[in-house]
């Protein structure tokens, strides 16, 4: 666009009357918490989370220092991690807000939300200052959860020479560019930016829902394609599962949950799980169950229907399950690659929705009318944790050469690239014959002159390390020993 318009920033700092006691947990900075939770504090878990006596009508969208962006009552408010509350003069918003992830908020402005005079607006989370972007008509904004490609958002446009809708990116200059046409009476659902600036989204169908566990898949190019995945142990769709939120691992694996949101069952054994998809390969595992209150005439909601799935700093995929309907929520993260193992959970969180950024994770709490909110360092929330390693050995020998074959296993991916060194076991001090990485498969194979290898006993070590997350600890371990024998 020509010309601009900027939108002057207004601040309302309520201070006080926000925070009912000193935040020590949301003042404090992330690697502030993490020291503290390393140390052994006792805030570690649920208790680590600072009450927001605000109302929180959405907590979706948290910028890098760990704010939060919400909508109430049309007005765009900043919500610092002390309860300090911004409003960058935006009163007649429309759209929930969502991020690029680069720096920035958007969101739609403008009339009545039947009116067709509104306009994309963006947000510096820095400065606070709102810029208009584009002209929308009768748009909208397609809430994205997950990267975007150059600063580039997605938005719905009605065709101009049909009754269907145009899907359209819009870059930072206010330029549209409609890449795919799509029916009138469809729906975006789950929205969320692959690696490569793609949008994926579940359709839906009016006045139905979900088309059957189908996820679409629209390039920045206008390619769309679909993808029929898996919602049950056995095979594709065989049972009335929904999926229920999509999230992209850093590797670019989609990751999935479901559950069924509309149906109860006789026995309540059926809770939802988690699915993968990664170039053709579809993997689905079932969470735990946990039937829920039976309803009047006797069936349940089967728990835990994990949903809002999303990837944080760490590399882990977050996501919330149902405890109970007494107890309310749990937020559980899972490492890449171990859907069903290595997972920590923190219960009781309260009402389903949650939104993480600066290393911090704001939760909506159940207490009351669901409106009040909660902050946290997402490390204090996870108490600092252990991963177990078996190192193991085989030893082949011959006339000119031996070759050593090892392999350090464990239950999370990052832990099988591990620092191993060879070595002869001998009276007074072990000798290092050769050291090394084996690489994210866990693996090593070497071969050694046989001059260099006297007989005698040799084992794999592999050394204890700590992730670049300060929480997690690759434990160290010592492979049977393997005899080489005097050569003959």
């Not at 992330?30 to 989370?49: D, F, H, L, Q, W």
């Not at 994309?120 to 009768?138: H, K, N, S, W, Y």
């Not at 600063?151 to 009605?158: D, E, H, I, K, M």
Request: include cysteine; proline fraction near 5%.
């Amino acid at each position: 666009m020509d010309s601009r318009r900027w939108i002057g920033t207004v601040a309302l700092v309520m201070g006080a009357s926000v925070m009912t006691a000193a935040p020590t947990v949301a003042s404090a900075t992330p690697s502030a918490a993490s020291t503290a939770s390393r140390a052994g504090s006792p805030g570690v878990g649920a208790a680590a989370i600072a009450q927001v006596p605000r109302h929180l009508s959405d907590v979706r969208t948290v910028d890098a220092q760990g704010a939060l962006w919400q909508v109430v009552d049309r007005v765009l408010e900043r919500v610092s991690t002390s309860g300090v509350v911004t409003r960058p003069g935006i009163e007649d918003a429309l759209s929930r807000v969502t991020s690029t992830g680069d720096g920035y908020v958007w969101l739609v402005a403008g009339g009545p939300a039947e009116d067709s005079d509104r306009r994309l607006v963006r947000v510096d989370t820095a400065t606070q200052e709102p810029e208009v972007v584009a002209d929308l008509g009768a748009g909208w904004l397609v809430g994205v959860r997950g990267p975007s490609t150059e600063g580039r958002v997605w938005v719905t446009l009605p065709q101009t020479d049909g009754e269907g809708l145009d899907l359209a990116l819009v870059d930072p200059a206010g330029d549209v560019t409609r890449v795919a046409e799509f029916d009138a009476d469809g729906g975006f659902s789950s929205p969320v930016g692959a690696p490569d600036g793609a949008l994926w989204f579940v359709p839906e169908r009016y006045p139905e829902t979900q088309i059957a566990s189908q996820v679409t898949r629209v390039g920045v190019d206008g390619v769309t394609s679909t993808v029929t995945l898996r919602t049950g142990p056995t095979g594709v769709h065989i049972r009335d599962e929904d999926i229920t939120s999509l999230a992209f691992a850093v590797d670019g694996t989609l990751y999935y949950t479901t559950h069924s949101v509309r149906d109860g069952t006789a026995t309540g054994t059926w809770g939802g799980g988690i699915g993968t998809y990664s170039g053709g390969s579809n993997t689905w595992t079932a969470r735990p169950h946990n039937p829920l209150d039976p309803r009047s005439d006797g069936t349940y909601d089967s728990g835990p229907q994990p949903d809002h799935m999303q990837r944080g700093a760490d590399g882990r995929m977050y996501f919330l399950e149902v405890e109970s309907y007494t107890t309310g929520w749990r937020l559980v993260r899972v490492s890449p690659g171990a859907p069903s193992g290595q997972e920590q959970r923190v219960n009781g969180i309260g009402y389903g929705q949650f939104g993480m950024g600066g290393g911090y994770v704001w939760l909506r709490h159940r207490a009351g009318t669901n409106t009040t909110g909660g902050v946290a360092a997402v490390d204090r929330l996870f108490a600092p944790r252990s991963v177990a390693r078996t190192a193991g050995l085989s030893v082949r020998a011959r006339a000119k050469v031996v070759r050593f074959q090892g392999r350090v296993r464990a239950g999370e991916t990052a832990c099988r690239d591990a620092v191993v060194e060879l070595r002869r076991a001998r009276p007074g001090r072990d000798r290092v014959i050769r050291r090394g990485r084996t690489g994210v498969d866990g693996a090593i194979a070497w071969r050694v002159r046989r001059a260099q290898v006297p007989a005698g006993r040799y084992y794999l070590r592999a050394t204890r390390v700590a992730l670049d997350d300060n929480l997690t600890t690759c434990l160290g371990d010592v492979s049977p020993v393997r005899r080489v024998r005097a050569k003959r």
